[in-house]
């Protein structure tokens, strides 16, 4: 267990380092300069902007099909290693039901769909978690590190 947290520990002091120096860091090069994540929206004109609402709703329309799809399969691998665990009682069967259920759960989080089961102006909340999905995926890269060490 001391080896898995020999390893498990500088990953995680690293990836939280990394996190803070890029939220402190300020990504405009010269002052006065744009930030270049940020599109310039002021510049487009009507015609434009409809071709990027256009692509919008083709991406979110395929993001919604492709999340659809992976609940569904990561629901059921979450539940066959939850039986496989419950026959053997290993760690590795553990680690497995705990990496599906994290992928299950940034499946359901990261599905476009999820707004459209009630009022959007009662899950305008769910806004503010629109980073849920990355922290599931790090849940998940964290048990694979774990397994990888059992």
Do not use: Q
């Not at 860091?25 to 002021?42: A, E, F, M, Q, Y």
């Not at 909340?125 to 999905?133: I, R, S, T, V």
């Amino acid at each position: 267990m001391n080896e898995k947290l020999r390893v498990l520990a500088p990953l995680l002091v690293i990836g939280i380092a990394l996190s803070i120096v890029i939220i402190r860091l300020d990504v405009t090069p010269i002052p006065g300069l744009r930030d270049p994540i940020r599109p310039n929206l002021k510049d487009l004109d009507a015609e434009k902007l409809e071709r990027i609402s256009d692509r919008l709703v083709l991406y979110m329309k395929g993001k919604a099909i492709v999340m659809t799809i992976n609940t569904v399969l990561l629901g059921y691998l979450t539940w066959f290693y939850l039986r496989l665990y419950r026959k053997n009682d290993a760690v590795f069967s553990l680690g497995l039901m705990l990496l599906s259920g994290a992928l299950l759960l940034y499946s359901l989080s990261s599905n476009p769909l999820v707004y459209l089961l009630g009022d959007s102006r009662e899950l305008r909340w769910l806004a503010a978690f629109n980073f849920l999905p990355d922290v599931l995926t790090t849940i998940a890269s964290g048990i694979l590190v774990y397994l990888s060490k059992e």
